[in-house]
């Protein structure tokens, strides 16, 4: 069965720095890959994906993400966060067609000014 | 970019009546669609696949006759929580497959008193 680890619940940063989310996935086949940001109470906003190519994914909002097939890992990087990207972000892999997605549980983003 | 439009945002009802909860995809059509529910600070879960023209196809542990999907057309799919009761509020949240990735809707949140 396919899975999603984001193995960490909250992670502070201070505005400006650097930020990396983690994200580990588990799928029998090739997987496809997304980022999703949500705020409170809002929809799930798609900050990039990768479906096959280049491993490097660059995405909306100045974030970036690569695949590492050796380590079934889609690590979400933005080089200088914004008090604007507080937010909660999902991990989420599927196969494409007719398949829906499978979420990680979801990392919740505090900036610190 | 594609869209997906929810309606309504918001719902709040009474124990044992029936909402209802449409998905429109507004510039493009879907053949499929996808349901996900989500509790409070908890991720997404997909509930059940919606397909035009034929039955909706409900992952392990959805009650297929409280949740009524309905994918009348190529733009439409709904979704009914029948005899709702309180522990059926969440928000509830639709996806269609345009070219390129899943997108959502903005979600709807239930409330039921």
């Known amino acids: 069965a396919q899975s999603v680890t984001q193995p960490d619940i909250h992670i502070t940063v201070s505005e400006g720095a650097s930020l990396e989310l983690r994200c580990n996935y588990s799928y029998g086949a090739t997987p496809y890959l997304f980022w999703y940001v949500q705020s409170p109470g809002q929809g799930l906003q798609l900050l990039l994906k990768?479906?096959?190519?280049?491993?490097l994914v660059q995405g909306i909002k100045g974030f970036e993400a690569e695949f590492k097939r050796s380590q079934s890992s889609f690590n979400l990087r933005k080089p200088s966060v914004h008090w604007s990207d507080a937010a909660e972000y999902f991990c989420a892999v599927g196969g494409g067609g007719a398949d829906g997605l499978t979420f990680g549980k979801g990392t919740h983003l505090i900036i610190q000014p | 970019g594609a869209v997906v439009s929810q309606h309504p945002s918001w719902v709040i009802c009474k124990s044992g009546t029936s909402v209802k909860i449409e998905c429109r995809s507004l510039d493009f059509q879907a053949t499929t669609m996808f349901w996900y529910r989500q509790f409070p600070k908890q991720s997404l879960m997909l509930m059940a696949t919606s397909n035009e023209g034929s039955k909706a196809t409900y992952e392990q542990g959805v009650e297929k006759d409280k949740f009524l999907i309905n994918h009348a057309s190529l733009t439409l799919s709904t979704l009914t929580v029948t005899s709702a009761h309180p522990e059926d509020s969440s928000f509830y949240i639709c996806s269609a497959l345009p070219d390129g990735g899943y997108t959502f809707g903005s979600g709807t949140r239930l409330t039921v008193v």
């Open positions: 990768y479906f096959s190519g280049d491993t």
